[in-house]
């Protein structure tokens, strides 16, 4: 049973910068995404890397501004974000899963896909 525990939110100027972290005992062999949900919005997948890190995904809004990465010797995931805009103030949410039921590469944007999520980071970029 993983608890994952997310840091590093906050309020940041756009065009800032913010850095998430989602640690976990264990975590090391989990896949993990993060989510970002904006007040009466549906969460959305910002991105997702594989076990050992051999897989990285992002959302196209993303590209070039966000860096996801691992540590698995610190159990930790991060999401370095750059270039903030106010669009992506929401929540965010860290995930994890062991095994997709499909590919990753349908399958990482789908919430259900996921088996264990946080309690959530508030992020919010200011114009």
């Known amino acids: 049973q993983l608890q994952l525990v997310e840091s590093g939110g906050g309020l940041a100027q756009a065009g800032g910068s913010l850095r998430l972290s989602c640690a976990a005992s264990g975590l090391g062999s989990y896949a993990v995404a993060w989510f970002r949900q904006a007040p009466g919005k549906e969460p959305e997948g910002v991105s997702c890397?594989?076990?050992?890190?051999?897989?990285?995904k992002y959302v196209d809004s993303v590209k070039g501004r966000f860096t996801i990465s691992r540590d698995n010797a610190k159990n930790t995931v991060y999401l370095q974000m750059n270039s903030l805009k106010p669009e992506e103030t929401g929540v965010y949410y860290c995930?994890?899963?062991?095994?997709?039921?499909?590919?990753?590469?349908?399958?990482?944007?789908?919430?259900?896909?996921?088996?264990?999520w946080g309690q959530g980071t508030q992020v919010t970029v200011s114009s």
């Open positions: 995930a994890a899963v062991q095994h997709y039921s499909g590919s990753l590469d349908s399958l990482w944007t789908v919430p259900d896909q996921y088996d264990y």
């Open positions: 890397i594989s076990g050992k890190g051999g897989t990285i």
